[in-house]
């Protein structure tokens, strides 16, 4: 007869037999059943104590991100359940598999809008894969997994389950999971293998995009030795940049924010394109423009994991309902021949050539900076940012290997470097992790600093100060020259914050002191925070912010 325990402990042993290992949250009164659980599996199970819950969503979704394991999440009701809501958008857009815990009000209050209550499945319905409740405490098992195949299997994504606080003080002798379901990836039949290597034979101007979630190194590999047989370009989609080798002759960009005039007429010149993976969303198409919808002038074969993909913007010439690491292993063994070596050639070399800038104005030359990051970095080390003009940095000019990685949310949310900074700090403290961070983005979860601190999971953290919510100034002067209103900051001392969190903290002034300070931030063994004094005039590579406004006002430069 199994001893009986309560459902905080049936919970917790439940992750444990499905593989879980970190967990990330804020505790409340909601839960404490299942943080007394977690008390026992301290080494094998453990909770990282965020500071707010929005910034334990973005480490678990990060989490999910890095490691294909659901990033798991504990946070209680009502106000915790919506500062974690940013986390789930996050993990939706950027398809990484994710669960989210929340507390709720006991089943004998619901329905009577009782303290923190919130119909949960109303809440995140559209911002999730799948939420549910569990009412009936020997009902755990059954739905925990469920939740945890739902979010690694198809396109993976968050899963909501809310947790009444009677259901997990109730008693029960239910036995816990064994292990977790093991999916094999869907994969292309033989005649979709057959009709996609015709058609790319067929094609003058082929192009492979990649991108979106599922990926494993095999998979990547496999796409890759068929792209460099076939002489074929290949483009990632929006911050999918990590998952394929930028040094490899094949790899000719990424069609995200910020797509360069020769990436967006690549695309367009295309007369076939087989995209793995990818979802079309914006900003891959730069606002569905460089494909005609829904019927695009490109010929399209479009594969992805999930059938409610493939169709749902363009009409696909050919669908394949298959798994992206299933279908580029079922390519790796061919090769396909044509007259394109030229078209991909050119492609590559325009890729190279957007890697050389001019001078820019200011104190700190990022350019010059990212420069001797992609030559001093780690082969593993792994790129974090938020959201403003500064991610052009991580995302543009950093050439990522075959096993560096890059984090950075596909739903534009600031104050998500941080936070996944930890959460791979967390996922492997051996990896140097550098967060790239706008001043007013680290604003948004620089508590996490304590975090780290407590979890002994610090990153290294470079803040581009140029004393503006940058993206947004730029849109001004765009529109409004001259014309300042609510972006300018006036921001506290970044070197003594990140100093009271036990952080080693500099301010570096000129372009000349980077690499010194870096090596120092480097050689910390309690992570770093560099402080960057950038000019507001170097909100672009290639545009001051002089340029824009005089350019809007109809002045000529």
Partial sequence: ???????????????????????????????????????????????????????AAFMAAAYGKLTSSPGICFVTRGPGATNASIGVHTAMQDSAPMILFVGQV???MKGREAFQEIDYRAYFGSVAKWVTEIDDVDRIPEIISRAWTTAVTGRPGPVVVALPENMLTAMTQVSALTGPVIAEEAAPSHQALEATLAALSDAKRPLIMMGGGGWTTAGRTALQRFAEASDLPVLAAFRFQDQYDNHSESYVGDAGVGMTPATKQLIRDADLILAIGVRFGEMTTDGYTLLQVPDPVQKLIHVHVSDRELGKVY??????????????????????????GTWRSDARTSYKAAFDLPDLPGPVDMGKVTAFLRARLPADA?????AGNFTVWPNKFFKFGPDQRLLAPQSGAMGYGLPAAVAAKVADPTRTVVCFAGDGDFQMNCQELGTAMQAGAQPIVLILNNGIYGTIRMHQERTYPDRVSGTTLENPDFVMLAKSYGYHAERVETTADFNAAFERAMASDSGAVLELAISPEALTPRQTLSEMRDIAKGIST
Avoid at 320 to 340: E, P, T
Avoid at 382 to 386: A, R, S
């Fill in 106 to 108: 006991g089943t004998d």
């Fill in 382 to 386: 792994i790129l974090t940012n938020g």
């Fill in 1 to 55: 007869m199994m001893t009986q325990r309560n459902g905080g402990q049936l919970l917790v042993e439940c992750l444990r037999a499905l593989g879980a290992k970190h967990s990330f949250g804020v505790p409340g009164e909601s839960y404490l059943a299942v943080l007394d659980a977690l008390y026992d599996t301290r080494g094998a199970l453990d909770f990282t104590l965020c500071r707010n819950e929005g910034g």
């Fill in 315 to 340: 009409v696909p010439d050919l669908a394949i309902h298959a798994g992206s690491d299933a279908f580029a292993q079922g390519l790796a063994d061919h090769r396909v021949s044509g007259d394109w």
